[in-house]
């Protein structure tokens, strides 16, 4: 393999979406990283654990020499030769650790001593990390941004994501942003979510032109925390407003979150054990809103949902779920959007269908 120099060219490692191998400790890499990065660890946590301690006790020197005696041997061997594999799968790639200094140092020698050149990232992953911080700041104020706005169930993700430029928050956050918005796969951290917004932000500016499009979201999608400069300027931006009848959302809603979801949980879970938990995540997320929806009709709906379930489950007909979807949106969800637009600052620029909202979009797009 030919030698490639080590680099500090962060911007072109994430628009060119390279392969990146984290050589930091499970925990580390659990707290966040990039998006294409994988762990392979120089030391497991219990290793870096005793490690640190030895560290602060005795020094570097002696951090270092307990460092040897615990990665060596067949722990050693085992370790080069997952890095050998993510470099066989990726030999484009990069590695690193926190700051680019022992880890990242080590791991390079180890892999040389192999026989493969590979390598680093200058400055590791803090460096990485404030750069992207760094660019997102500049990038919210800089920005030119478009929102698209409409009620609940009018397929504002669906629409999105045929627009010249979109950024899709919630496809970021793993979440559809509402009560009933958990996904069978988990959230990514915050700082996950921190990283892939500025990664998808980068290229939105760099890869494509014209205005950012995003999505309508409440400062919190999921447990993820947009940046509250975003949030103010998705409030003072122009806004495109979908709008569809009451029977199309009805039906969006019932295959985003009745279709869709139970046959997600019983892929991942098989069909009796993930049927159950289709079930308590369709009732749990209206359980949630229970306050603000108040006893007696938090009841009402809940019965509503009960029985679209148990029909469900007997027969396959999904359709008994519009009997809880549509008062939902007409009493709870209808309501808290029409307020919540009423306080927007920003220019209408277009309302209508799906068809109209995106061939204004498109129209209205760099040549």
Request: aromatic share 8%.
């Amino acid at each position: 393999m030919a030698s490639r120099p080590d680099t500090d060219n962060f911007l072109s490692l994430f628009l060119n979406n390279t392969p990146l191998m984290d050589v930091r400790a499970p925990v580390e890499f659990a707290r966040g990283s990039f998006p294409g990065a994988e762990n392979a660890p120089l030391m497991n946590d219990e290793e870096r654990h005793r490690i640190g301690i030895c560290y602060k006790e005795k020094g570097q020197d002696e951090a270092i020499r307990l460092g040897h005696q615990l990665v060596s041997g067949d722990i050693k061997a085992q370790r080069i030769e997952a890095w050998k594999r993510f470099i066989a799968r990726h030999p484009e790639g990069y590695l690193f650790c926190f700051r680019g200094g022992l880890r990242s140092r080590l791991t390079q020698q180890w892999i040389q001593e192999a026989g493969i050149d590979y390598p680093l990232i200058k400055g590791g992953y803090k460096a990485l990390r404030r750069f992207l911080i760094d660019s997102l700041e500049h990038l919210i104020e800089s920005s030119e941004f478009r929102i698209i706005s409409g009620r609940t169930g009018t397929g504002k993700t669906r629409v999105l994501q045929q627009l010249p430029n979109p950024v899709d928050l919630e496809g970021l956050a793993n979440h559809r942003g509402s009560s009933f918005g958990r996904q069978v796969t988990p959230q990514p951290s915050q700082i996950d979510f921190e990283n892939r917004l500025a990664v998808a932000m980068l290229k939105a500016r760099h890869l494509k032109d014209g205005p950012v499009y995003l999505e309508d979201e409440s400062r919190l999608v999921g447990r993820c925390a947009m940046p509250d400069t975003l949030k103010e300027r998705i409030n003072q931006a122009p806004l495109l407003i979908l709008e569809q009848s009451l029977d199309e959302r009805t039906r969006i809603i019932r295959e985003d979150y009745v279709e869709t979801m139970s046959a997600d949980y019983m892929s991942r879970d098989g069909e009796e054990a993930g049927w159950l938990n289709f079930r308590d995540y369709l009732l749990g997320a209206l359980d949630r809103i229970s306050k603000r929806l108040g006893g007696e009709r938090h009841a009402r709906l809940r019965s509503s949902m009960e029985q679209a379930l148990a029909q469900q489950e007997s027969s396959g007909d999904v359709h008994g779920h519009d009997a809880w979807i549509q008062p939902l949106l007409q009493d709870y969800y209808d309501p808290m959007y029409d307020y919540q637009l009423s306080q927007k600052q920003g220019q209408v620029l277009v309302r209508g269908g799906s068809y109209e909202v995106i061939e204004w979009a498109r129209s209205n797009a760099p040549a």
